[in-house]
């Protein structure tokens, strides 16, 4: 990228909101970001138009094999600067992760299991015949619920995948660098069985965009995990998102290229100045928050859901948002504040938007509606709402 002299990369800084004027209330002018280094607030003001790619939101669980930065921060930028989002109660989960305090992202090839790896309890116990007739060769999203409900019957933390009736040879042949990762962490994958967890891995649903890569806000383009295209419905396939990635963020250029000219330009008197931070020194502790928000909608957003649990996880997020607001007002701007802040947002959009959804379907699995229904054949769409005199809420258009 740097090779390119028309591009500049801006590295330790984080987007805290899109930019807008004050003629237009729905346009994106540009966007708020903090230099992480010294603290500093920058306005950057797009020429034509904004292109979001800021991935998924994995770490709204405790366990996900996303990177660390994945909070969902262009997710709750988009949707608190008006932008309407889809589809968002559809989280893969991969089924099997390494378990282990130093291991955290490190994903076990479902082809472990293909090669003939087999899922056990701590007492040895064979459990995925007890969920599906295809045993430990079912679909991901079917052992990744077995898994779930064999933790969450036996109260344990993780379940095992056994490898050690193959041979060793053929282990370390095919699968050299799960070998290697396991060893480093003291397990001997030809000898001892795997400790695992399912863990976040996908986002199928985000920022609704059109074929194009526009959102529903003028000027504000998105690509990647952030989206919600309609590429993936209720259950991404494998590797798609890399496709859809290339694809779209493709069709975005080739649009602006063609058509930017006719998009309205910025004017720079009018863009709406900053909310300033200045004077504010104390920093916000956001672990214990951030840990809240990861225990409740693991616990009960997670891959087994109910009207109980789900009406659990809103209550507890509407408490730790109130107290995650209140950090933002009278808080200086740390980058951990601004993924607080996105998280707790991202989490309340999954949970009202898994409520809404009566039925079964893809990565949404509810015990209160165990089937798939036809009339509930739909997007999820939210979008923000003020009335006179209250807080900005969710509507829910279908």
Do not use: W
């Not at 007890?130 to 079917?142: Q, S």
């Not at 969450?152 to 990762?181: G, S, W």
């Not at 059109?210 to 959102?215: I, K, S």
């Amino acid at each position: 990228l740097n090779a390119h002299p028309n591009i500049a990369v801006y590295e330790h800084h984080a987007g805290i909101d899109f930019a807008k004027t004050t003629d237009d209330e729905n346009a994106v002018a540009g966007v708020y970001v903090l230099d992480t280094a010294d603290g500093e607030i920058i306005t950057f003001l797009a020429n034509r138009a904004v292109l979001l790619a800021t991935g998924g939101c994995g770490n709204v669980y405790t366990h996900t094999t996303n990177p660390s930065i994945a909070t969902g921060d262009g997710m709750a930028m988009a949707f608190r600067a008006g932008a309407t989002v889809g589809n968002m109660e559809f989280i893969q989960f991969h089924p099997t992760t390494l378990f282990h305090p130093g291991a955290r992202s490190f994903l076990i090839s479902e082809a472990v299991r293909g090669e003939g790896g087999i899922l056990r309890d701590k007492d040895g116990r064979a459990f995925m015949e007890d969920y599906d007739a295809r045993g430990n060769l079912a679909p991901r999203d079917i052992v990744a619920r077995a898994i779930d409900a064999e933790i969450k019957k036996q109260n344990v933390q993780c379940m095992f995948l056994d490898c050690t009736h193959l041979e060793a040879e053929e282990i370390r042949h095919r699968f050299p660098n799960i070998y290697a990762r396991c060893l480093s962490y003291g397990i001997d994958m030809t000898v001892e069985p795997i400790p695992v967890v399912p863990a976040a891995h996908y986002a199928c649903g985000g920022v609704i965009t059109d074929l194009d890569g526009q959102t529903s806000l003028p000027r504000l383009f998105a690509s990647g995990e952030v989206t919600c295209t309609g590429v993936h419905g209720a259950n991404r396939l494998a590797s798609n998102s890399l496709v859809e990635g290339l694809v779209f963020s493709h069709r975005a250029f080739e649009f602006l290229q063609e058509f930017g000219d006719t998009l309205p330009t910025v004017d720079c008197d009018k863009v709406e100045p900053f909310r300033p931070y200045r004077g504010r020194v104390q920093i916000a502790d956001t672990q214990a928050l951030k840990q809240r928000i990861q225990t409740a909608m693991t616990r009960f957003v997670g891959i087994v859901r109910s009207d109980k649990r789900l009406a659990q996880a809103s209550a507890a997020l509407s408490v730790i948002a109130e107290e995650v607001d209140m950090l933002y007002a009278t808080c200086r701007p740390t980058e951990d504040l601004l993924e607080l802040r996105n998280l707790c947002l991202v989490s309340q959009l999954i949970i009202r938007s898994a409520q809404e959804r009566k039925e079964s379907r893809g990565l949404h699995y509810t015990k209160d509606y165990p089937d798939t229904k036809e009339s509930e054949r739909h997007d999820t769409v939210l979008a923000k709402q003020k009335k006179p005199g209250q807080k900005p809420g969710m509507a829910i258009l279908k």
